[in-house]
């Protein structure tokens, strides 16, 4: 018996063991940190590099801030590196500079009665080095492109397909009738991943301009119209409806069929027929309230339709 009370007690020992061991020893995925983040270094605890904004894509510069007011009491030097060791010497313990573009920003902390700030020993074991690496900045726009046209060919309605691509984010795209597409929100997975690259599709039931706005993470824009001169949509005319209408009616091809709603669905009819002339009505099963919006929807009921479907709405008034 003690052999087996030995035995669940290592077994529980060992239990605790892994469980404290994966507590300390993290799988790499565990880390929440995005490839797009700035991060910074220092060789002393006592000089603290600060970026503004490090942690989300912008379109704007972004400030780092070295701080060696606790260093050797302040009295310090600090040098900029914008490469080629062409330094640029601040005397203080405090500077300030906005980044314009992703990349590695260094710097140097010397002491103040450093023999020769300006051609410093790069191996002299009194310099501090910090710095900053930027990769959130992103100033290019996302892109829109026509891709076709086409008509369904169950609903006979008619889409317009566009492209949207952006080297690192789409945040949403806003629709000619005033709506935001967020179902394409998307950031790509790592810096050397591929753009993005995705589509939208709008209904189309009249020719005329389509005007869509991309906005990316970083707050960069693009507007951009599509003229459309190929939509040939159903005949389609709706009668003035009032607080007090009995009925929805209008005009439309012969036996075409129809659906017809409010916008908000309170009120949705479907399977109307209109007569060999055109005409169509639907009974309304209540009275409809002030500026409520009706839709009327149709399809030509020919198979091989020279038309697309067709959408209009009209407000409820008062008489």
């Not at 700035?38 to 400030?63: H, Q, W």
């Not at 140097?108 to 074991?125: E, I």
């Not at 501090?128 to 996302?142: E, F, H, Q, R, V």
């Not at 629709?175 to 950031?187: A, K, Q, T």
Request: aromatic residues 10%.
């Amino acid at each position: 018996m003690m052999f087996k009370k030995f035995n669940n007690i290592t077994v529980i020992l060992l239990l605790i063991v892994s469980i404290f061991n994966l507590a300390y020893n993290k799988p790499a995925f565990a880390s929440t940190k995005k490839w797009y983040t700035a991060t910074t270094y220092s060789d002393n605890k006592n000089v603290k590099v600060t970026i503004n904004n490090s942690n989300k894509m912008t379109n704007k510069p972004v400030t780092i801030t070295i701080d060696a007011t606790k260093y050797n009491n302040g009295n310090n030097v600090i040098l900029y590196n914008p490469g080629d060791n062409n330094f640029e010497v601040t005397y203080g313990s405090k500077y300030t500079i906005k980044a314009k573009a992703n990349g590695n920003y260094d710097f140097l902390v010397l002491r103040k009665d450093y023999y020769d700030p300006k051609d410093p020993n790069l191996g002299d074991p009194n310099i501090i080095w910090c710095g900053a690496t930027i990769s959130n900045i992103d100033t290019s726009k996302p892109v829109l492109k026509f891709v076709k046209t086409y008509v369904d060919d169950w609903s006979t309605t008619q889409f317009l397909k566009i492209r949207v691509t952006d080297n690192n984010s789409i945040d949403r795209v806003k629709l000619p009738d005033g709506s935001y597409n967020s179902n394409i929100r998307e950031i790509k997975g790592s810096e050397y991943s591929q753009g993005i690259d995705n589509s939208i599709e709008v209904e189309v039931y009249k020719n005329g301009k389509y005007t869509f706005v991309a906005e990316d993470y970083a707050g960069n824009k693009t507007v951009k119209t599509f003229t459309i001169k190929n939509c040939n949509p159903v005949p389609l005319k709706i009668d003035k409806v009032t607080v007090n209408s009995k009925y929805i009616t209008g005009k439309t091809l012969p036996n075409a069929d129809l659906i017809v709603k409010t916008s908000d669905l309170s009120y949705y009819v479907d399977n109307i027929k209109a007569d060999k002339k055109g005409y169509f009505k639907a009974k309304l099963n209540k009275k409809l309230k002030l500026n409520k919006v009706v839709v009327v929807r149709v399809v030509d009921s020919k198979k091989k339709s020279k038309y697309s479907s067709n959408k209009l709405q009209v407000k409820v008034v008062k008489k």
